[in-house]
């Protein structure tokens, strides 16, 4: 009888060791609001708040520096320059105006200004003010708060 | 023993022996089952099945390391194991929200992790192996991972000086400035004012007894139980700088009594002309005139008033000078005579302007305050407290230095401790080990024992000398991240290499331009060479942009040029003497490097350039998308209706060759224009003028100003 508590505690200890190898629980998943760099409310909803990236944040503040007076409703200052300009520019986040425009369109855009690609002259060209990285942070901005939401093309490997 | 048993014996130690040795062989063939499920070696199996998966599967094995990696950067004190498991950290084609982690790229950054390693921004711990060693803290690690939301505290463990990029970090550290942390605790870089409080040497003759208690008690605020701010009764969103001390009513006693007798000049009562007295006392519209005349003054450019519109109460102005919906139950009437004719001669370091009244204006804007801007249940709730007894008094006086009030408040004569709260120059790099978090229920880490040590400095030390704040999240948020970003002197000559300081900026004119400068407070809206206010624009290149004329003639009649901008500035009833003193510095010395306006001649410019210019500037670039002439155009830049008289020539031109060169942060991008479009433009944007005189009476462009203000 001995012998066999005797095994018993041999078969428990290996028990005891296989049960070291299991898989520790995943830590809990992060809000991504907690973990945003920044947020934005949604333009059309108000409640809804989205998390934005280090670059998507830098978008943000650089639209609320240069773009905001002519991109937006409501500005810094109060009014909208909007109304001012013939034709009336989009909005940041109309997709249905800015969907369409594929990342190097937009790019051009602003890098050259709208006179360069056949679009009003109002548009002035930021490519000596803003670096392409800026630039590019602006359309990344305006791609993650675009209504109706913005689809990305299929990634195509790098190979 | 017979033969039988020894038999049996050994039959039965073979068994054992059996028995044991399969079962050691299995115990022995854990180890190398355990090393195989290693948690990151699992991850390396997770990330080639997933390479598998993904387009550019070639590349992602090519660049894929079976062992441990690891990046070492000893100058930095960085062991970091992270890419060991963040396998994919800087392969750019899983940049995408859809590639799980741990392998998904990292966002684009200014610093690449190769040089940088993780733990410099993320913190945690580089050297482990395992998730919960690496991320959180446990017995053996303190340093827990820093929460995203707080990353930009490790951008200021080097950038000491303000970045564009961390808003969130730029706000904390002035929010630490603005609310006078600096007062009490060690916070390098903060910056420390003249004056944090108000110098409180002759509070007794500007205060009741009684209005003292009740602000102790209550300093304005109110907190209701959903969280909402009031102050004086109505809702805000500023945070006054005043907090909350937590007081006993004989301490609230003992100090009123102690500051209502701290008298060492009673103001020199003012006699307004009894001709003035006389022809306005009986006047029906005496009150409603000195309302006019305050909003004419442009008050609430720095002080708010409750302003009921539509059934809601809110408050409106601004917030350099202290709120004043209840001003005239507050001050003795001497009092505020003396101070709107020399608040300086109250407050040396006070950033309020000493205007040039008439007789007429300060009777009726003093009699507007004490009879309006009351309120007679201010003090409902202070119980009588009588003339102040020595023994109040004594305690008063122990009472203002113990609980720190010194530190932010001088009175004369009363020299305080010394670094009354503790330092924090260092406090970000702490370990959980080296904080008292007394019976507070919250994680052991140091990112929750800063908030709720913010949040309630009782929470953690109920005998916390620390007052009560009202932060909402954001504010607490940033405030955190101000603090976690102090992680005291750098360790290594690696690191201290990379600190990119502030720059100390002052600006103390001297001589006649020093002393009206001083007088009428520039700096505290105009910044000159990197100090001062930011409500206004920036004046350091002034005298390179302006005419001189046009300097003299706003002085003395503000106005704005922005369309959608509210004029704010005061019109201080200037003398020619002191507006002609501040126009010449200006001009001579206000001055940018590369826009000399004598490098330019107007004559030169042709009415051949003008008409080209006009071409350009309507057709070409479209300029009247942002500028207004006219009655025409946008509402971005400022309106050019009167560009010729009021630039110069030579600013026009560096202005259109580069903007950012001389305003680093405006908003007009740098255009391509040719030399002779430069020269066009320039030419004719100084054919753009309004013959306006200063008009005899300013008060009619106040009125109109006021009433678009007004709208606000």
Not at chain 1, 135 to 142: D, G, L, Y
Not at chain 2, 89 to 113: C, E, K, N, Y
Not at chain 2, 237 to 265: D, I, N, T, W
Not at chain 2, 461 to 485: E, F, G, H, I, K
Request: aromatic content about 8%.
């Amino acid at each position: 009888m001995k012998f066999h508590l005797w095994i018993g505690v041999l078969l428990l200890m290996t028990l005891a060791g296989t049960a070291g190898c299991r898989k520790r629980g995943e830590p809990a998943k992060a809000d991504p609001l907690l973990a945003a760099y920044d947020t934005e409310a949604d333009w059309t909803d108000a409640q809804r708040v989205i998390p934005l990236s280090y670059q998507q944040a830098q978008g943000k503040r650089i639209f609320y520096q240069q773009c905001v007076w002519c991109h937006a409703d409501a500005t810094p200052a109060g009014p909208s320059n909007r109304s001012n300009l013939t034709p009336i520019p989009p909005l940041l986040n109309d997709g249905a105006a800015l969907n369409a425009e594929s990342d190097q369109n937009l790019q051009n855009i602003v890098t050259l200004g709208g006179s360069a690609v056949g679009k009003s002259a109002m548009m002035p060209p930021y490519g000596r003010m803003l670096s392409a990285e800026e630039i590019r942070s602006v359309i990344a901005f305006a791609r993650v708060i675009a209504q109706p939401p913005y689809q990305s093309p299929r990634r195509v490997g790098s190979q | 023993m017979s033969a039988e048993d020894m038999g049996k014996l050994a039959n039965r130690t073979r068994l054992i022996f059996a028995v044991s040795s399969v079962v050691f062989l299995a115990v022995l063939a854990i180890s190398p089952f355990k090393d195989f499920r290693r948690e990151w070696k699992q991850y390396k199996r997770a990330y080639l099945r997933f390479a598998q998966s993904r387009p550019d599967t070639k590349k992602l094995i090519a660049d894929y390391r079976p062992d441990i990696d690891q990046i070492w950067l000893p100058g930095m004190n960085v062991v970091d194991r992270c890419t060991t498991c963040h396998q994919g950290i800087t392969q750019a084609s899983l940049g995408d929200q859809a590639v799980p982690q741990p392998f998904r790229a990292h966002p684009p950054i200014p610093h690449h992790v190769r040089d940088w390693g993780c733990t410099v921004c993320h913190r945690g711990q580089g050297p482990a192996t395992e998730v919960a060693e690496a991320h959180e803290s446990t017995l053996a690690w303190e340093q827990p991972i820093l929460p995203t939301r707080f990353i930009q505290a490790s951008c200021g463990t080097c950038h000491y000086a303000n970045l564009p990029q961390t808003p969130q970090l730029t706000r904390g550290r002035e929010l630490l400035a603005e609310l006078n942390c600096q007062g009490c605790h060690r916070l390098p870089g903060i910056d420390r004012p003249a004056m944090l409080g108000p110098d409180l040497t002759n509070v007794g003759t500007k205060v009741s007894r009684e209005w003292i208690y009740k602000w102790l008690k209550e300093p304005r605020t109110i907190v209701d139980k959903d969280g909402n701010v009031t102050v004086d009764g109505y809702e805000t969103e500023e945070e006054p700088r005043m907090p909350k001390f937590r007081l006993s009513k004989v301490e609230l006693r003992g100090l009123s009594a102690y500051l209502s007798v701290q008298k060492v000049k009673a103001p020199v009562p003012y006699r307004i002309d009894a001709r003035v007295v006389a022809a306005w006392s009986k006047n029906p519209e005496l009150i409603s005139q000195g309302e006019l005349r305050f909003r004419q003054m442009f008050c609430s450019t720095c002080h708010s008033l409750a302003v009921t519109r539509a059934g809601e109460t809110k408050l409106i102005g601004g917030d350099i000078g202290p709120e004043l919906t209840k001003v005239g139950s507050k001050v003795n009437s001497d009092w505020l005579m003396a101070w709107l004719r020399d608040p300086q001669g109250y407050l040396p370091h006070t950033r309020m302007p000493r205007y040039g009244w008439s007789d007429e204006d300060l009777y009726k804007v003093t009699q507007y305050i004490t009879t309006k801007l009351t309120d007679s249940d201010l003090l409902t709730g202070v119980p009588q407290l009588g003339q102040p007894t020595e023994e109040e008094i004594q305690l008063g006086h122990r009472l203002f230095l113990e609980k720190g009030c010194a530190s932010c408040h001088a009175i004369e004569g009363l020299n305080p401790q010394k670094d009354f709260g503790p330092d924090l120059s260092a406090l970000g790099g702490k370990n959980a080990s080296e904080l008292e978090f007394g019976a507070a229920k919250i994680p052991r880490h140091l990112v929750a024992y800063v908030q709720a040590k913010l949040h309630d400095p009782t929470s953690v030390n109920p005998a916390a000398r620390m007052p009560q704040y009202n932060w909402n999240q954001t504010d607490l948020d940033a405030v955190t991240t101000a603090l976690l970003s102090m992680k005291g002197p750098p360790a290594t000559s690696a690191l201290q290499n990379l600190v990119v300081p502030r720059k100390e900026v002052s600006f103390h004119p001297t001589g006649s331009f020093g002393e009206v400068y001083e007088r009428y407070k520039c700096s505290t809206c105009h910044k000159f060479n990197g100090y001062g206010g930011d409500l206004a624009p920036d004046l350091s290149y002034e005298g390179s942009r302006a005419q001189r004329q046009w300097l003299v003639d706003f002085l003395k009649n503000p106005q704005t040029l922005r369309p959608t901008l509210i004029l704010r500035m005061p019109q201080f009833n200037m003398s020619d003497k002191d507006a002609a003193t501040l126009a010449d510095y200006i001009t001579m010395v206000l001055q940018h490097p590369a826009a000399n306006p004598t490098n330019v001649d107007a004559k030169e410019f042709t009415p051949a350039m003008a008409t080209l210019g006009k071409e350009l500037y309507e057709v070409k670039y479209q300029c009247q998308s942002c500028h207004t002439i006219g009655g025409t155009g946008g509402y971005v830049g400022p309106n050019l209706n009167n560009a010729g008289g009021w630039l110069t020539p030579g600013w026009i031109e560096a202005w259109l060759r580069n903007p950012q060169a001389l305003v680093p942060d405006t908003i007009e991008p740098r255009r391509n224009f040719t030399e002779d479009e430069v020269r066009a433009l320039a030419a004719y944007l100084m054919t753009l003028r309004l013959s306006i005189k200063p008009q005899k009476t300013a008060s009619t462009i106040a009125t109109h100003a006021a009433a678009q203000g007004a709208g606000r």
